[in-house]
Structures are given as structure tokens and as C-alpha cells.
């Protein structure tokens, strides 16, 4: 079908995909392979945390340079009795990390996070232990229907059977050859003669299927301590890695409960600290609460630079204020309370402050994969998953087709600070897997990859969505703008006429590709179906689920139906 062209007060937006409509539930995630492996599960009986778990696996196989049994992530749940409950399956620091241990290079900006040889970013020393696998396991434990080996099944059969490459997964290679050439097992599995595997290339994972047969046999404990778990760290001291197997065995899955703001009679839930989307998503709706969104119009100079302040704001009280709350004071009532917001709201201006502060009062990936799916019976999952960074840290645990994660980069490389490195310290995050309620009612789930303009990214959707009305697949495909107070990036889609505006109030404008990554989630509609959509910014696809059972007590028979039903 050909694109919908819409318009929004004079702004044209072109959504380049089209939604999926269906009452026995939805899957969305970012390649349809992993969509397909949700929709199987749910088609055969299973909830939304067993589609969920089995889509995630599934994209460890299709998505291998975002996602992995060696990541992190946070799922957010909300199940069909109303509870809320946000699994923060986030990697931590080894118990041999120190403050300082990577030396920052002198001058570059703290936020780049850029030390001496990319000791943080790349190798061995760049790997935190992994959480993602015992996280899955857990939910899977607690909330959902089916045996582990079941879920994973469709993963297996796409691992060991093979699958097209897509574009996208051939370009990322071409992105991260340099460093996958140095990694035999990485090589040899992507980079096979020397080239990337082009698109339409068919990719079979032998290995990494024997894994995940051994993980569906013995469970998480195969990493977190048993025979993986050795290889794993054998694997990285040799390269002089410091994740030890006590540290994979000491893995566990904490429950925390959501954050949750208001904003215009919507509820939003989002998850609380070490992930900073749930605060910071509820002071930026609570600051704009007292301004006419909607009037402002979507794509305006007006509305563009509202928005460009307030990441500014959040971001300088993000960089004091929020990390692992085992380790630094979250004062999560104060960022999220009317009072404050006000407080906030009154330094805004309509020019650009090049530099927001943090608030007096407060105390000092890129490459990430999201899934949104919900069942009939009312479950909702929305989890964002990573191994940080485009192929992680770039390294192979050799023979098991696992790729290390380099989550380490996501601390700030410097002593004394809020997300300076601590042992066991739990890295911080920008992931926002957002449920939206109405009346208490869903209305919407949704996240996305994009390291720090995820939740900046989420916020602009909720905006688009909640104030300018836009139908799902709209609101997730407009163009988004970013900046967290150097430059104003800017997608494609805005026009030059307000980009130039934009810089005569004082905004450092900047042109870019993409904003973050490719989102998606589910609208609720109040007949009791759902409708999914995923944007053009990767290979987002979605399953929508119709039809069903036969009615009770029908059954196939060639005699003439003589009796009418009583």
C-alpha cells in the first residue's frame, strides 16, 4: 500500500508503514521473524509474557547486534488484574570494578564517556556482567504460561534452519566490520571471505543454536554459574576481562514498582531509577502541563523549542540525580511532584539557554532492541533489551555464539560522580517501556532503542499521541528532535524554514538521519481490540491477531442440520 500522506496543522508527515488491527492479541517488535515467533506463541495458547520472552529470544537470533543472553534489559508488565510491575534485568558492574579503572581522555565532553584506547566500549574490559537471560527466565517464572523449552522453540528452529539477512542487519555489519574482523567467531559468522553478509544472504548459527538447545534444557543457571558461565569468563580473562563466574552466579532479577505521573487525565507508567525514562517522562509532562500543547500546534518553532528546553532541563537534573538507588539518593517524589514542575517552568524562556544547570537542590546504547506485545486476556509486556552498543563490545565467547556485551560504557568514566563505576553497581538507562492508562483503562504501550534519546524520543510520541490526537502509526513516524544541551539535532522531516527559526532563537541546530530507533507499541481501542504499529527507523513489524476458536459446541458433520440450537 502506498504511504498515508496526513497533515498536521500545515506539517505533512508521510507514514511510511501501515498499522495491524486484531482482538486476540498484538506483537511488535523491531524484524518480523521475532513478530512471527510472538504471534506462534500466542496463536497456540500462550500469554503476552510467553509471546514476549519468545519473541525476545528469538530476536537474539535475527537482531544479533542489539540484543543477547549476555545483555540487560527492563521488562515492564502489566497484567490482566491491573498490577504493575517493572523487572529490572539491568547489567552491573564486576565486583573487581573500580572508579578508576579507564582513564578518560583530557577535554573530551563527559557525556561521550571516551577513554584511552575504548577500554570502556570495546574488549573484554568493557563486558558487565550479563543479566538479560535470568530476567527472561524470571518473567517467565512468575507471569507467564508456558515451559521455557517452548518458548524458545521458534528461536532454535530460526538459529539452526537459518534466515534471510535484511538490509538493516547487512548495514550495521558493514558499520561494525573494523572491529568484528579482529574476533575470529565474529568474523567467520558475519564477515565470511572478508565481506559483509549482503542482504538476502542466508544465515545459519550452529552454534549459537546448540546454546540455546543447552538453555532451553538446563535453564539460566547454564550462564549464571554453570558451564556457559565458565566458558564466558575463561573466555574474557584470557583478554583480560574481570566478569568472573561468581559475578554471573550472583545474578538476580529485582521487581521494582513503576513510576507513575498524570498528564492531562492520562496515566503514564514508566520505570523508576536505575532507568531515568519513568522520572524524568513525568517532570517533562508535569512542565508542560501548563502550556497549550495542542494549540502550539505539531512541528511548530513554537512547540519545537517548549520541547528542546525541557530535554534540556531533564538532562542536567538526570546527570546529578538519577542512578542505582542502591548507590546514590533518587529523590524520585521531589523530580516527579506538580511543585517542582513549577518550580522548573518558570526559568523556561523564548530563547535557548545554551547550558541548563540542575536544580540547587539535587545531588550529584545505542543499539538496543524493544518489544510490545498484549494478549486478549488484557496482559501487557513492553521491554527494552541491549548488549549496549552495535555488536555489544564487539567480542565472542568462541564456540557458543554469544556476543559480549560492553554495558561498562554506559558509566561515567570519571571518580566521584552520580554514574561513576561502583562494584555490583547496576548501570543507569534510558529505556522507556511506557504504559499509558485512561480512566483505568489502557490506552497505549510503547518503547524504543536509541541509548539517550529513548526516552526523549518516548516523551515526543506521548506528546503527539496525547496532545495533537495523532492515530498510533502517525505518532510514532513523525520526525523527533533531540538535544540534552549542545546541539539541537533534527530529523530530515523538519523543514528548513523552522530549522533556520530554530536558530535564530539560539538553538545550535543540527541535521541528522535518525533520532533514536525504530519504536513501536499498541493502542487500545474501547471495542476491546488493539491496534500495532512500528516506524521506518528499523525493521519494525507487527503481528495482529484475528479470529479464533470455533463457537462451543460446533463440530464438522455431513448430516442435514435438522434441529435448530436451542
Known sequence: MPPTLVGRNGFPLVCEKQPARGARGVVCSNHPLASAAGAEVLLAGGNAVDAAIATLFALTVVEPMMVGLTGGGVCH?????GTHAVLDGLSAAPAAA??????????????????????N???ALSVAVPAALRGWTHALARHGTWPLADVMEPAIRLASRGFRVTPYLSDCIADAAADLA?????????????????????????AYAET???????????????ALGRLMAEALA?????????????????????????????????PPPPASAGVHVAQMLNVLEDFDVAAQGFGTVEGLHLVAEVLKMAFADRAVATADPD?????????????????????LHMAAAQAWQADPTLTESNCTTHVTVADAAGNIVATTQTINALFGARIAVPGTGLICNNYMHNFDPRPDFALSVAPGKRVYTSMAPTIVLKDGAPRYALGLPGGLRIFPSAFQALLNLIDHAMPLQEALEAPRIWTMGNALELEPAIPDTVAEALAAMGHAVKRVKTIGGGINGIAFEPDGSMTGA???????????????????????STEPNTKAPS
Open 77 to 81: 508488565l502489566r497484567m490482566a488484574d
Open 98 to 119: 573500580t572508579p578508576e579503572m579507564y582513564r578518560p581522555i583530557p577535554g573530551s565532553p563527559p557525556e561521550e564517556r571516551e577513554t584511552e584506547g575504548k577500554r
Open 121 to 123: 566500549a570495546v574488549g
Open 182 to 206: 579482529r574476533d575470529a567467531d565474529l568474523a567467520a559468522r558475519f564477515l565470511p571471505g572478508g565481506s559483509r553478509l549482503e542482504a538476502g544472504t542466508r544465515l545459519v548459527q550452529g
Open 212 to 226: 540455546l538447545r543447552a538453555v532451553a534444557q538446563e535453564g539460566p543457571d547454564l550462564l549464571h554459574g554453570g
Open 238 to 270: 584470557r583478554q583480560d576481562g574481570i566478569v568472573t563466574l561468581a559475578d554471573l552466579a550472583g545474578v538476580r532479577t529485582l521487581e521494582r514498582a513503576p513510576i507513575r505521573g498524570t498528564y492531562r487525565g492520562f496515566e503514564v507508567f514508566g
Open 327 to 347: 548507590f546514590v539518593r533518587v529523590p524520585v517524589a521531589m523530580l516527579t511532584s506538580k511543585d517542582y514542575a513549577a518550580r522548573r517552568r518558570a526559568m
Open 534 to 556: 512500528a516506524c521506518w527507523r528499523a525493521d519494525g513489524s507487527v503481528a495482529a491477531l484475528g479470529g479464533g476458536l470455533a463457537r462451543a459446541g460446533v463440530r464438522f
